[in-house]
């Protein structure tokens, strides 16, 4: 089994991003909840690093200016906004990011920098932040000097302040700057600043540390800060400081006096996520900041331009030391080059790193999924094109904002709800491409606590239509609200249903700037769900650590709240059983308690009693969502901050569902017909085709020799499968019926499968005995159909792309608009064979028609039986190709066998004779001189390649022949006949003929071979 990206290739926060002074076209970036990535080519296309480490969020990385192959990570972006995920320390690679290895500092959770020693790639320091939701002593300033084996921590402060930015003096590394910050979360509050905020100074290689104090210095708290020293001038030093007088501070004698220099609250405007500063290497003058655009001074910091740099919200910058023109930023849309001093920026659109907080689907075909995707928009993309990949085409934005749930009509997919912060929500209609405002209560919070606030509204809000009736839409605050009239109207249907504790629904963001983005606003519904066994019966989760429960459509309310994890803990997602309707699972979170263990529970009674249900799921991997399994009981998913689990047995054990999906956050998943369908918070969206094994897995399979599995319903369409590495697309699902089977050992003898029609014909059969690729033009990359089956221990997969089999092959065969291939076979029942050593084993298979199409039976089988009819056509001709020129050979080996003596002369003019006659043959089947795609620009077209060139023709759709095209066949095959008719002469007349000659010549006779199935 294999999980399938399906994008959208838009980026997400990246906070980390640095180039390589010695190669000019290498850089790497690091997302916030996406791995460590690289690209060779200044950003044309990137690669991940990081994808099975036990972390995805990257706080920083440094490249070592003396040994590039040495790159440092600290892990846990230190942005702390209230999604972050969270890190366990520092890596190191040796080799350019191919292996990594994990050097400590594990506590320290969140990492705003790490620096390398210029000259020495086993000297580097850290500023490490410690726990966002808690204290902790491993915080603060770190160095090593053995390349990570031993840290040394040289400041500390307490078990609130940590390291948020260091520098080295590029002029003279034993000089370094550091920034300390108290900055913290709770589940309802921000804080950013404390009496121990400051600027640290160090003169001896962060051995000790003198605080920058007076002198021009604001007075506390600081707040957080930012700090650069100039490369130009090592007296230029600036920092940018969040205090009440806050703003960029200049100091030109080495960070002893300072002068405010600008206080604009462009760039002091939410200090906690931003406050990001840069000198240029080669000007002092010169300095960038970072917030919601990229500013640049020329002139000390006096005044400042924008930079074009591609989307907002910007944190990251290096500047190349030695070419100041060359830089890469990371900002809330990804990373993005600049090789011109930030006059042109590369493109964020091939970074899937999308973090998504919901998912849901459509019900169309192919169907779409849609999320809500932080620091950007909504997106509904198709998990499948025609064109065989996702591109941007096959995405766009429906409504809502960055966060949010989304809804999408059962009945109509063109009306999709969405929502954002602030309780925004919207209403799509495609057919008239108009988004309405549908807001339960549309006044601006912006900037109020929760406890004055009418509704309590926070990032993300549930957004669920009905199961039972497609009219009901819920919606929620502290209240839960439905509309049956499309959000024109809203009824309340519930008293408030959280702890509604004022003492924490107060102002956030610390003492000196206040944050009320609502991401913080508390006491409020944060997850609701319906049961599909019983309308009605109405489950609502709350942030604050409540589960009530309506059994009576929200006339009364019981809160059904569980003991087993801690107080104030939220209630992610609640899933209601498909199965029963008094069964229902709770995904409940505490990170943001500081408390990273895993909690779901489970309840059979209308939540009277509750079991804890997270045997086997390791701390660290707190849970997100749970979702159980609409067509076999007891099979659960569950979605965590490290990947995706699946529980066979009701969640008495947990295993791992990860396989080849990224080290990422999963924030939700979905059950769709046969696919589960994650949305991660980091890499985009992600799709497992087919969790039929899943399904019909039991302790009885490992047990035998080999098992197929049943498949599921395969899909006759014309999509395609692109594998094209370097591209920023989107995978589709395997084209044609995916086929997966279990063998207990790898076999010794090569394993067989076969399918067979409704008459138990064998139409298609595969081995897994390895076969000589034959050769043929490689002009450009291209998709190869699946032959070989593979058989490796364990569960195997393999897609039958539902043809017939192919004619006979020519190597190197060059047709003018595509090889002729076998035709696809018709709707309906089919058998799946596999044979292992003496087992032999069956299934059914059902073939239905694409949906879309509406093509009559009657013409599908005209269409099937001509295309059936040229394969056969193609067949018999390709083999005749193959035999001339087996003759050929042999009688040309004959000519140089018997020379040019004088009794051979006979037998080497008549071989000589058949020679040209079979090549006249041969000339008109096929084009001998075509040996590239284009040459038959130059050669005009034979018949192998007319035909190959009709049958493509006729397969192009899902339709009936033209009438030109059953002329067209009527013609080749006369013309084709005509020559397997000469050739049929030449066996009956000429070979025999020549084998008269030879006999009587005393010389061993000839004969064509015959061709082998391919």
């Known amino acids: 089994m294999k999980w399938r990206l399906i994008g959208p290739f838009r980026g997400g926060r990246a906070l980390a991003v640095t180039g390589v002074l010695s190669q000019p076209n290498t850089y790497y970036f690091g997302a916030v909840a996406g791995g460590v990535w690289k690209t060779t080519d200044g950003g044309v296309s990137w690669d991940p690093l990081f994808d099975k480490q036990t972390t995805s969020s990257i706080g920083s990385i440094a490249v070592s200016n003396s040994d590039p192959n040495v790159i440092y990570v600290g892990s846990g972006e230190a942005c702390i906004r209230g999604n972050i995920s969270f890190g366990d320390g520092v890596y190191r690679s040796n080799d350019g990011g191919k292996t990594w290895n994990n050097v400590g500092l594990k506590d320290t959770r969140h990492i705003g920098k790490v620096i390398v020693h210029p000259t020495n790639p086993d000297v580097a320091l850290v500023a490490a932040l410690g726990h966002a939701y808690g204290t902790n002593t491993e915080r603060g300033i770190f160095r090593t000097r053995d390349g990570g084996k031993t840290w040394e921590k040289v400041l500390y402060l307490d078990e609130r302040t940590g390291g948020i930015d260091i520098v080295f003096d590029p002029q003279n590394p034993h000089v370094l700057f550091a920034a300390m910050w108290e900055g913290y979360r709770t589940p309802w509050m921000l804080n950013s600043g404390g009496d121990k905020d400051g600027l640290y100074r160090s003169n001896d290689d962060g051995t000790t540390w003198k605080r920058v104090e007076g002198n021009g210095m604001p007075e506390g708290p600081l707040g957080r800060i930012g700090v650069a020293v100039s490369g130009a001038d090592a007296n230029v030093v600036y920092a940018l400081i969040e205090a009440k007088k806050g703003g960029l501070y200049r100091s030109d004698d080495g960070g002893t006096t300072w002068a405010l220099i600008n206080d604009d609250h462009r760039f002091r405007q939410r200090a906690w996520y931003f406050t990001h500063v840069w000198a240029d290497p080669k000007d002092s003058n010169k300095v960038y900041i970072a917030n919601t655009g990229l500013f640049r001074s020329n002139d000390g910091g006096k005044s400042f331009e924008r930079l074009n740099a591609p989307h907002g919200d910007h944190h990251g910058l290096w500047i190349d030391p030695n070419n100041p023109n060359r830089m890469i930023n990371g900002n809330d849309g990804g990373a993005t080059i600049s090789i011109d001093g930030g006059k042109n920026w590369s493109t964020q659109g091939n970074q899937p790193t999308a973090q998504f907080y919901h998912v849901t689907a459509d019900n169309d075909f192919p169907y779409r999924v849609y999320g809500t995707q932080q620091d950007n928009s909504s997106v509904g993309i198709a998990t499948a094109s025609d064109r065989g990949y996702i591109d941007r085409a096959d995405w766009d934005a429906v409504g809502g904002g960055e966060s949010g749930y989304v809804a999408v ?10 929502g954002s912060y602030f309780g925004s929500i919207t209403r799509l209609d495609r057919h008239t491409n108009q988004t309405q405002n549908i807001q339960q209560w549309p006044l601006d919070p912006d900037g109020y606590n929760a406890s004055v606030q009418k509704y309590r509204y926070t990032w993300t809000m549930p957004i669920v239509f009905s199961p039972h009736d497609p009219n009901l839409l819920y919606h929620s605050s502290q209240f839960l609200f439905r509309s049956n009239d499309s959000g024109h109207s809203w009824q309340t249907i519930s008293p408030d249903l959280t702890r509604n504790d004022k003492s924490k629904q107060q102002d956030s963001g610390g003492p000196i700037t206040k944050d009320q983005a609502s991401i913080e606003f508390y006491d409020l519904i944060f997850t609701v769900a319906e049961s599909p066994q019983q309308k009605g019966v109405i489950w609502a989760g709350t942030d604050d650590g409540l589960i009530q429960l309506t059994r009576d459509d929200g006339k009364t309310w019981t809160n059904v709240t ?26 409940i979170d505490a990170h943001r308690l500081d408390d990273f263990k895993p909690y779901v529970f489970k309840t059979s009674d209308f939540g009277k009693t509750w079991s804890p249900i997270a045997s086997g799921l390791p701390d660290g991997s707190y849970v997100h969502a749970v979702r159980e399994d609409p067509k076999r009981q007891g099979l659960l998913y569950a979605g965590t901050e490290t990947g995706a689990w699946v529980s066979f047995d009701d969640g008495s054990h947990w295993q791992a569902l990860q396989l080849n999906l990224p080290t990422t956050p999963v924030h939700d998943l979905i059950i769709h017909g046969d696919d589960l369908v994650v949305a991660t918070h980091g890499r985009a969206f992600w799709v497992l085709d087919d969790i039929s094994p899943l399904r019909q897995a039991n302790a009885s399979v490992a047990g035998e020799e080999a098992h197929l599995f049943t498949p599921r319903m395969a899909i006759r369409a014309r999509m395609g499968h692109t594998r094209r590495r370097r591209y920023a697309i989107g995978e589709n699902p395997p084209d044609g019926a995916v086929l997966y089977y279990y063998l207990k050992e790898e076999p010794k003898d090569p394993i067989k499968l076969e399918l067979l029609d409704a008459r138990g014909q064998v139409i298609r059969a595969f081995t897994s005995e390895e076969k000589k690729k034959e050769g043929g033009s490689d002009e450009w990359e291209k998709e190869e159909t699946e032959e070989h089956l593979p058989a490796k221990a364990g569960l195997n997969q393999f897609t039958w792309d539902l043809r017939h089999e192919s004619p006979k092959k020519i190597p190197a065969a060059i047709y003018d608009e595509g090889e002729p291939s076998g035709p696809l076979v018709l709707p309906g029942t089919y058998q799946v064979r596999l044979t292992a050593g003496a087992k032999s084993v069956i299934a059914p298979l059902e073939v239905t028609m694409d949906p879309r199409v509406k093509t009559a039976t009657e013409d599908l089988r005209k269409q099937f039986d001509l295309l059936l009819r040229m394969r056969d056509r193609q067949d018999e001709m390709n083999k ?34 058949l020679g040209k006659k079979i090549s006249a043959i041969e000339e008109e089947l096929i084009q001998v001189n075509s040996k590239a795609s284009e040459d038959e620009l130059n050669y005009p077209t034979k018949l192998n390649s007319k035909l190959g060139y009709l049958q493509n023709a006729v397969d192009s759709a899902d339709a009936k022949p033209t009438e030109a095209e059953v002329a067209v066949y009527a013609e080749l095959d006369r013309q084709v006949e005509a020559q397997l008719a000469k050739w049929r002469e030449v066996l009956a007349k000429d070979v025999p003929a020549l084998n008269d000659t030879m006999q009587k010549n005393n010389v061993p006779l000839i004969a064509p071979s015959t061709a082998k199935p391919n």
């Open 409 to 418: 009509d059962p009945r109509d997919a063109h009306i999709v709800y969405a």
């Open 880 to 913: 005749a190709i193959l035999a001339i020129r087996d003759l050929r050979g042999q009688l040309q080996a004959l000519e140089k066998r018997l020379g040019s003596s004088a009794s051979a002369k006979p037998v080497v003019a008549a071989a000589a004779d």
């Open 562 to 587: 569980p003991k087993g994890f801690p107080e104030w803990a939220m209630i992610s997602l609640i899933e209601p059983s498909w199965f029963e309707a008094g069964t229902a699972y709770a995904a």
